[in-house]
């Protein structure tokens, strides 16, 4: 009695809504579902995705596929540039040079709280955006970690370039964007990876479209292989040198420090004239990340200058 008397109290609002909630809770026992599982069954589930090899493929280092582009391209980087000067070193810094790593190792916590900013509302944007001076029908792209084609489709329909490389090792997924970009006369699609030296690894496919699958986290053991060549290598054989890559953006899952390392060792690093990568610096297996990642800024500070900048997430540099 007491506590229909303090039912009969309630304003109207406050009895409509425990009405609701017992309709509510008399549904669920109807269906034989508790809230916890009703929930937990709405929530998206981890795609499944096995690879498949090509036994007639795996001998080769997946370079011999390669095909150089028909660019003639006199640039204002090919007049300042001898092609036969010295590559750069990643090791003799200046006493200038070597003050701003350590700092930058130091400010690491501070940096990577700023930089984590890129995927609040619509930051991350910017990694297209940015680049308005793409041409139409003129410009070169080079995509290095395609995945399914979401940064290659955005690039494509906001600034058609005349030609959009992209490299992708993980067979099921270069089979994907063969497929999503057939009818692009303009999209090239290799089944390799770049670093520093030629490399097999066998890995497990992580993330819910492949995104999180690298060689650098994991336990190193997988059925589906991903081929690494030299990025030296694939640039020459590309005929980068003979033109200039408007921009190269990368996106490999921690191959971003060998390739970097290995593209400003040498002079090829003039040819190209905007640089935009991803870190990943908390992958388990990358050696010295946060020290790689202050010297490389070190390196590009010599032949180019940031446009945008989230440290240790995502920025984009344009030759001086």
Not at 35 to 59: G, H, I, L, W
Request: charged residues 25%; proline residues 4%.
């Amino acid at each position: 009695m007491d506590y229909l008397r303090s039912v009969s109290k309630l304003s109207p609002a406050k009895k409509y809504f425990i009405v609701i909630i017992v309709i509510f809770m008399i549904f669920l026992k109807f269906i034989h579902v508790s809230v916890p599982y009703y929930c937990q069954s709405v929530q998206p589930r981890k795609a499944e995705y096995a690879c498949f090899e090509d036994t007639a493929s795996m001998n080769q280092t997946g370079i011999e596929d390669v095909i150089p582009l028909n660019i003639h391209q006199q640039s204002e980087t090919m007049h300042k540039t001898n092609p036969d000067m010295p590559g750069l070193s990643k090791r003799n810094f200046t006493t200038s040079e070597q003050r701003h790593i350590k700092y930058c190792v130091n400010n690491y916590s501070e940096d990577i709280k700023k930089g984590v900013q890129f995927w609040k509302g619509k930051q991350y944007e910017t990694r297209f955006k940015e680049h308005r001076y793409l041409v139409p029908n003129k410009s070169i792209i080079v995509d290095i970690g395609g995945n399914v084609g979401y940064d290659a489709q955005s690039f494509l329909d906001m600034y058609n370039p005349q030609y959009y490389i992209i490299l992708e090792p993980l067979k099921l997924f270069y089979q994907k964007l063969k497929n999503r970009f057939k009818d692009r006369r303009n999209v090239i699609v290799y089944n390799i990876g770049l670093g520093a030296k030629y490399e097999i690894f066998m890995i497990q496919i992580e993330g819910s479209v492949g995104e999180a699958t690298s060689t650098f986290s994991g336990s190193g053991k997988g059925s589906c292989s991903l081929k690494v060549v030299n990025a030296l290598d694939f640039f020459h054989k590309l005929g980068v040198g003979k033109f200039s890559v408007d921009l190269v953006t990368i996106n490999c899952e921690g191959c971003e420090y060998d390739l970097l390392e290995n593209i400003l060792s040498s002079n090829l690093i003039h040819f190209f004239k905007n640089i935009q990568f991803a870190t990943h610096p908390t992958l388990e297996k990358l050696k010295d990340p946060i020290r790689r990642y202050c010297q490389l800024q070190e390196i590009l500070h010599r032949t180019h200058k940031p446009t945008y900048q989230y440290k240790y997430v995502w920025e984009s540099w344009k030759l001086k």
